[in-house]
C-alpha cells in the first residue's frame, strides 16, 4: 500500500517580505523529512522581479535535492501591466515566471499513489477579474472553463486508488479572518472539482492557514489553505506549512507553526479524514 507524504508551502514572498530563518528552517525540514513531494501553491514573489524569482528558483532546487517539487504561479507572480485587459502579448504576463521557476505553469506530476495537477488561477487583468474595488482588479483569481476540462483529461487515466490533487494559488474557501474567497465563482469551482473526484486541494493567497473537508455525493475533497512564510500572516499569527499523508485510506494534514523562540516549525494542529 502506497502512502504519498506532501510539504504544502505557499506565499513565500521572496523578496522584502520573506524572512530567512524561515525559509531556512523549511529547507532543513524538507532535507530531513525526505518528502515525496514539495508543492508550493503560488505568489513565490512580491514584485515578480527577476531577483525575487532566483531566490525562489534556488529554494526550488534546494528542494529537488530530495524531492519531486511542483510549483505554480500566484498572482504576485503575474506581471498583468504588460497585457491589461489582453491587450498585448497575453504570455508577456508569466515570462519572468517562466524563465526562472518553469516554461510549464501547469504542471502534472506523477507518483505511486497520487496525481498532482496544477491549476493556474492568475491571469492577471481580465475582463473576468475586474471590479469595483480598484486595488482588487489584479488580486481576483479565476479557473476557466477550458482549464477544468484539462484537469478532466489529467485524470482520465487515473488508477482508481491514486489520489487526484489539484494545486491552485487561490483560496475557494472563505478565509476566518479575510472573510473572503480568493477565487471568483467559489461554487462552480468547487462544484467542478467534486465532480472530477478530486481528494485533496492545496492552495494559499489568503495569508491564514486553514483545513476544510467538504463532502459531496461520490466522496469529500480536502482544502488544505497553507498560511505564508513571509513576515505578512494574517491577524499577527506565526507563519505556517502543512506536512501531509496520503494514504490509501485516509488523508492526514498537519499544520507546522512557526516558533520565534525554538526558531524553528514545531507541530500544531493535525486532522485527519477519510477518503
Ligand atoms: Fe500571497
Ligand atoms: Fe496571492
Given at each position: 500500500m502506497t502512502t504519498v507524504t506532501v510539504f504544502h508551502c505557499s506565499d513565500?514572498?521572496?523578496?522584502?517580505?520573506?524572512v530567512p530563518a524561515q525559509y531556512e528552517a523549511m529547507e532543513t525540514l524538507i532535507a530531513e523529512r525526505r518528502y515525496d513531494v514539495v508543492a508550493i501553491s503560488g505568489?513565490?514573489?512580491?514584485?515578480?522581479?527577476s531577483g525575487e524569482f532566483q531566490r525562489a528558483r534556488a529554494f526550488i532546487r534546494h528542494a529537488e535535492r530530495t524531492s519531486k517539487v511542483l510549483c505554480i504561479p500566484g498572482n504576485?507572480?503575474?506581471?498583468?501591466w504588460k497585457a491589461?485587459?489582453?491587450?498585448?502579448?497575453?504570455?508577456?504576463?508569466?515570462a519572468s515566471y517562466r524563465r526562472?521557476?518553469?516554461?510549464?505553469?501547469e504542471p502534472v506530476l506523477r507518483v505511486p499513489g497520487a496525481v498532482f495537477a496544477g491549476l493556474n488561477t492568475?491571469?492577471?487583468?481580465?475582463r473576468q477579474t475586474?471590479?469595483?474595488?480598484?486595488?482588487?482588479i489584479s488580486i481576483i483569481g479565476i479557473v476557466r472553463r477550458a482549464q477544468i476540462e484539462r484537469l478532466r483529461k489529467v485524470f482520465?487515466?487515473?488508477?482508481?486508488d491514486d489520489a487526484r490533487v489539484i494545486v491552485m494559488h487561490h483560496n475557494p474557501m472563505k478565509g476566518e479572518?479575510?472573510?473572503?474567497?480568493?477565487?471568483?465563482d467559489t461554487a462552480r469551482a468547487l462544484g467542478a472539482f467534486a465532480d472530477l473526484q478530486a481528494d485533496l486541494v492545496l492552495c494559499g493567497h489568503d495569508h491564514q492557514d486553514a483545513i476544510h473537508y467538504i463532502e459531496h455525493t461520490r466522496k469529500g475533497t480536502v482544502i488544505s489553505t497553507a498560511g505564508t512564510?513571509?513576515?505578512?500572516?494574517?491577524?499577527?499569527r506565526p507563519s505556517s506549512v502543512n506536512s501531509i499523508r496520503i494514504s490509501p485510506d485516509q488523508i492526514e494534514v498537519s499544520t507546522l507553526v512557526w516558533s520565534d523562540s525554538d526558531s524553528a516549525f514545531v507541530a500544531g494542529p493535525v486532522k485527519c479524514f477519510k477518503r
Open positions: 513565500l514572498h521572496f523578496g522584502h517580505p520573506a505568489d513565490l514573489t512580491q514584485r515578480a522581479r504576485h507572480d503575474v506581471q498583468w491589461p485587459l489582453g491587450l498585448g502579448d497575453d504570455g508577456a504576463i508569466l526562472w521557476v518553469n516554461a510549464d505553469i492568475s491571469h492577471g487583468v481580465t475586474l471590479t469595483w474595488r480598484l486595488r482588487d482520465t487515466d487515473v488508477r482508481p479572518l479575510s472573510q473572503r474567497h480568493g477565487l471568483k512564510l513571509s513576515n505578512r500572516m494574517r491577524g499577527g
